[in-house]
């Protein structure tokens, strides 16, 4: 951020009287601007036994596969952003969301809400962010080749549950190590 | 948003290519603004059976009482931006977090991650942004002095479920009708 986006101004990078972080500030027009954490809302579609994934068609990760999921929007609550992006992304109507795990990705300011729901009717089609998309069983699982590592964590947990027969909810924080390496811390 | 945070250049709203949602663009140097909602980390500090609220000396809803609770910063997972709020709030100490609920705000954009958790010490005191902080037993709770539907809510829901033995993990949307009551969304 270089300028306000209120009045144009040249913004400079302050802590504000009474924070303790620094803020772009405009000092024109006063504005503090703030800078938040994104919100990723994604589901995990089921079909007779077999999870939906999509095999990406946009940067980062091309060509991996993932769960669908995508930006929150605003005006729009938690479990419908879920929806619209298996929707958007897998032309694929869920139903039934339950929430199943909350990540905090520390290293690109996210917090992945991750719910765990049902295909509809079983179909899915690539949509425009999408250059397949698939149903596997547990085993068919391309593990090796998952985009993300909340994607694989929150895969592998759901299936262990899922042969527990009980559902939990999960936080945790994907943590990027100075190696580029992923840790997960979880909390019970 | 008037002018781009990039370059300084007047922004346009529209719709771009792919996309079926006004943003605001700037057609000087190519930058999209998404704007998407932020995350409210808060808590339900509990000791020895009472609970802590704070009383608000900032608006919105000036004198009222709250949980601790605040804006999420980049850089932090959702479980310390809870604990930092109850610091900052109520110079208390937080532990044993657990995921409560998760309540999407449409009409402000704002989700509520809410968690439960129990003082370290039993210590509190006014942060910058309270005039007081006070530990609540249940029949105490200044049920009309709320600051928040969020917050009646998840303490309503607390109560009982302490009361019943058993803590779940609460979705909800927050809708706000045209009479400016608000109206709450539970998810099974």
């Not at 958007?88 to 869920?94: F, G, K, L, P, R």
């Not at 079983?122 to 068919?140: C, D, H, K, V, W």
């Not at 009980?166 to 990027?176: E, K």
């Amino acid at each position: 951020m270089k300028f306000c986006s209120q009045c144009g101004a040249p913004v400079i990078l302050r802590v504000p009287p009474g924070d303790n972080r620094h803020r772009h500030i405009c000092d024109v027009c006063g504005v503090i601007h703030y800078q938040n954490p994104k919100i990723v809302a994604g589901c995990i579609p089921e079909w007779e036994g077999r999870i939906l994934l999509c095999r990406r068609a946009i940067e980062p990760r091309y060509g991996l596969w993932t769960l669908p999921a995508g930006f929150m929007e605003n005006g729009e609550s938690a479990v419908a952003a879920a929806a619209r992006e298996a929707l958007e992304e897998a032309n694929a109507v869920v139903e039934n969301l339950r929430l199943y795990g909350m990540y905090s990705l520390i290293h690109v300011s996210q917090v992945y809400l991750m719910f765990r729901g049902h295909l509809r009717d079983g179909y899915a089609s690539p949509g425009e962010e999408s250059l397949e998309t698939q149903l596997y069983a547990e085993e068919e699982i391309p593990w090796e080749q998952l985009a993300f590592t909340v994607v694989h964590e929150t895969l592998r947990q759901y299936f262990a549950e899922r042969r527990a027969g009980a559902f939990g909810v999960h936080v945790g924080d994907i943590i990027r190590e100075p190696d580029q390496q992923f840790r997960i811390h979880r909390y019970p």
